[in-house]
């Protein structure tokens, strides 16, 4: 009975929540855009953002059965630079594996442009994403960056 | 024809639009709130966010016809409360006069409680409000509170 089945955008949707909320417990405040749906809005907002004290997270938020490359639109990496150009603060590709608990933080430098203009998370560089659990302790001033990556 | 004029609601959300939209071009980072109209929700949020260069404004927004005291929830400022004591920044309730271009922010702490729990902000406590234009120029760092009250 397949139209039982949850869609990607609903389950997507599901994992997002998620995610806002585990923020949420770490003492963050956070909002999630309106879903739209549309590109056509006038001002454009990242999936998710996160705040602590003045620290800004803004996140795309996508999610893989795999650990595979990621491919993102070229809109949505626009709308995020343009957002922490504004506010200041961090932009994210976050990526949910599912079946797992883990969610990857991956930086916009570390994107790779593909012939097609699109930009692309090599399954290399999501490995080596930043956990969610070291980016709020990142954030939070708990542990330094290099604590997770020796 | 009743039905065809706008609801309240309606009209509430356009100029909560427009505030976003002259925050966004004065370059502020904006994010309004998903428009559930729950009070169930897990997570609360502001109806706006306005973020520059990492300070933060959260605003619960209300329009008025009139200059006159405005009833607010508790809840409405509990949430809010909630999401600066998290990001830090400050909090606001902004005010639209309806048939003005104005817009009035009126700090937290300058809510008074009514005796059936709500919060309200008086007439005089409203015109003393700081003006949209004040406020982008006293974030940006161009003006101070000082140069607006004098």
Known sequence: MR?????????G???ERDLARK???????????????SKAKHLQYPDLIAIYQGKIIACE???T???????IDKYQVD????????????????????GSSDWFF???????KTERGMYKVTRDNLSKGIRLEALISIVKGVKRLIDFTK
């Open 106 to 112: 991956v930086p916009l430098d570390q994107l790779e």
């Open 61 to 63: 938020v996508k999610t």
């Open 13 to 15: 949707f599901a994992h």
């Open 23 to 37: 923020f949420y417990d770490h003492g963050f405040a956070v909002m999630r855009a309106p879903a739209s749906g």
């Open 65 to 71: 059965r795999k650990f595979r490359a990621i491919y």
């Open 79 to 98: 709308k995020l630079k343009e957002f922490v150009n504004r506010s200041g603060g961090e932009a994210y590709i976050a990526i949910k594996i599912i």
């Open 3 to 11: 139209g039982n089945l949850p869609s990607n955008r609903t389950r």
